[in-house]
Structure formats: C-alpha cells, structure tokens
C-alpha cells in the first residue's frame, strides 16, 4: 500500500541521482572515471560524478535502492551495480534521444498523481513555448537530505527548454484513461509517460495525432521486442486480443488552432498480473512473452518514434508543399494496415446508446465508419469491441 497523494503532488526525482547512476552504469560497461576498467567506483568518485559531497555517496545508494536499484559497497570498499539498472531517468535517456525535440525535455518522478495532468498544467504555464520550466513540484522525500538546487535544475540555473517536453513516472496514485476511467499505474512495473506537444493543428486535426501516437507505440514495441500490437481505434494497443497500452489525447485549443496537446502513454511492461476485474482485458508484454524487457529502451524508442511521426505530420521531414496532407494519409493508412478492427470487423460501439456493425475503414479525417443495417456510420468517440 501507499499513501495517497493529491493529483497536485509530484515528487520529481533529483537530477544527481542520474548522473550518480550513469557514472555506476559506465563503470559496470568499463568505462570507469579517468578510463580505468572497473566496476568498482570509490565514494571520492562516485560523489565527484554525482555532484555531491563525499561523504554523501552512501545516500546516493540508499535513495537509489529505494528507486528499485542494485547498489553494492560502501564508503570503505567503494561503489557498484548489481545487473541491469532499469529506470528511466533523464540522464540516462538523452544519449538516446539525443536529435530528437525531446532531447533536454524529460523530468522523471518517482511518484506523480498524473502525468497528464502534470504535463496539461505545465502547457498552460507556458513549458515548451517561451517560459522557464515552472510545474509547482514537491522534492522526493528519498532525497530530502541532500542539498537541493533550484527547481527544474542540475545546477541551480533556470532548466534549458526543448520544443517537446516529457512526464515520466515510477508510479501514478490518480492516472487516468479516456472517458475518465482510471489507469492502474504499478510501480516500476509499466510505462507512465505523457509528451507536451505544440504542434501547428486544427482542433478538428488532432485525432490525427493520437492515431500517429498509437503508431509510434506500435513501432517502438516492434523495435525493442519484435512484436507487433493490434491497434483498436482509436487509442488502445493489444495483443493476443488484451490491452497492453492505452493513450490519452488532451488539448487546449481556440477555435481554429491547438495551443498545445498532451499524449499520455500508459504501456504495460513487465506486469506478472492484474485484478481480477481487469484479468480477461489486460495483458503485459512480460505475460505474453515469458520475458522482462527494458523500459529504458522502451520509453527511448517511444520518444525517438514519437519525434519521427510529429516530424511527418508537421511537414518537417518534407519540403513538398503536399507534405503535411501526404503525412496523414500515410498515417492513416498505416493504421488501417496495423489494426484487426479496421476494415471487415464485426464490432460493438459504445456510442448512442449502443450499435453493432463492420467496419470500413478510417474515414479522411481519422474517424471510424462502421456500416450497421440502417446505413454507413461515423464512429467520433464511442469505445469499440470485437463482437
């Protein structure tokens, strides 16, 4: 059990236990401080590397075991990693995310209310645009005894801004799905991640962006693990007929252009089991497989492929004039071919008071049309199940 804590909380995770965790990570790989081959790091070292006083090293160790770390030593005998360290922190991630809008824009948090919230609050004061990082945030209380720095950064100066900018949580005590529905957030179990977007899109244009979101999730998966999700329109990703991940669209928009947008991924891991409510429905890439896989290299796919269907959508991979509308056909498209539900699928949709039907195909805005004995119908939000 633990503590309930109000959507507001956010307890982001300091950057000197990154930098104290890739230093443990390199001497693991032999790229020890000074070139040395070691897995050794003495405190001297690993404080120096962390940007804390020596005799701090131990706390580095106790605040990154409590974050799911294997940590070995002490001040004595010096430092080291036991197996694989899979937490997602910024340091870690930027060497591979690096080219991406996402590169300098990842804040970590051990325990948040919701990522999206965190991250809608943060568009609203301005986060990617032209405004310092600013989210009203509480210190982990793990690392309450070390010195604390400015907020939002490494050093005490005012953190660096990217175009996009990312939410990532160990675990989340109110995260949410469509149509409110809650979203069981286990820690360190699962992806918790939501993406602060200002793309040039109509408010009507940004379904467009969830179905390209769906498509990077499914591409970053096949990349990590060589499988392939089922895409069920339009934001949930399953395989062997379970949701493994769902997304959560959320924008701020005037009439005619979005302000910014919210896509919120919540992707089952290495998840052993569910509640029995949700046993039939739910599935993790862990349960399917037999196998653990990284998060790290999950959450980097992810951006990296999050940054590549932006980049189309927007029209900046294309200097043709038709770039942008040839982006979205494209999206759609690969959507229809990347989902059972599509074209041919006798299905039931929870939308005007319920009806059942085959789908059609995407129509050229995004929407689902499902043809039922009365005629040809569009699909705008309804929740759609395999009959």
């Not at 236990?17 to 693991?28: K, M, S």
């Not at 927007?314 to 759609?332: D, P, T």
């Amino acid at each position: 059990m633990h503590e309930e804590t109000r959507e507001t909380d956010a307890f982001e995770t300091d950057a000197r236990l990154g930098r104290a965790l890739v230093a443990l990570q390199e001497a693991q790989a032999g790229r020890g401080t000074g070139g040395h081959n070691t897995v050794v790091l003495s405190g001297r070292e690993w404080a120096a590397a962390a940007g804390v006083a020596t005799g701090e090293a131990w706390k580095l160790a106790e605040d990154l075991r409590r974050l799911g770390v294997e940590v070995e030593g002490e001040a004595a005998t010096g430092w080291r990693l036991v197996g694989v360290a899979d937490l997602a922190l910024p340091e870690v991630l930027e060497p591979k995310i690096a080219g991406t809008i996402f590169a300098g824009g990842v804040r970590h948090f051990a325990k948040i209310g919701s990522t999206n919230a965190a991250a809608m609050r943060a568009g609203a004061e301005g986060v990617g645009k032209d405004g310092p990082l600013s989210v009203e945030q509480d210190q982990h209380p793990l690392q309450d005894h070390l010195p604390h720095p400015s907020k939002g950064s490494l050093d005490g100066a005012p953190a660096p801004l990217s175009q996009g900018a990312v939410w990532l949580a160990e675990e989340q005590t109110a995260g949410k799905g469509r149509a409110g529905h809650a979203w069981k957030s286990n820690p360190m179990d699962g992806i918790y991640c939501s993406a602060l977007l200002r793309p040039k899109l109509a408010p009507a244009e940004v379904i467009i962006l969830s179905l390209a979101a769906g498509l990077a999730v499914v591409e970053a998966v096949h990349e990590v693990t060589g499988l392939w999700g089922d895409l069920r329109w339009p934001n949930d990703v399953l395989m062997g007929g379970r949701k493994f991940c769902g997304i959560l669209t959320e924008l701020n928009a005037e009439v005619t252009r979005v302000r910014y947008v919210v896509v919120g991924v919540g992707l089952n891991v290495n998840n052993t089991e569910f509640a029995p409510e949700l046993a039939s429905i739910a599935t993790s890439l862990r349960m399917e497989t037999g196998q653990r896989f990284s998060r790290v290299e999950l959450v980097a796919a992810l951006l990296r492929a999050l940054d590549r269907e932006q980049a189309a959508l927007s029209g900046v991979a294309s200097n043709e004039k038709s770039g942008v509308g040839a982006a979205r056909e494209r999206i759609l498209r690969r959507f229809e071919e990347r989902s059972s539900f599509c074209r041919g699928c006798t299905v039931t949709v929870e939308e005007d008071g319920g009806y059942e039907g085959v789908t059609r195909g995407l129509d050229e805005r995004g929407f689902l049309r499902v043809e039922t004995p009365r005629g040809m119908r569009t699909v705008l939000s309804g929740g759609v199940r395999k009959r």
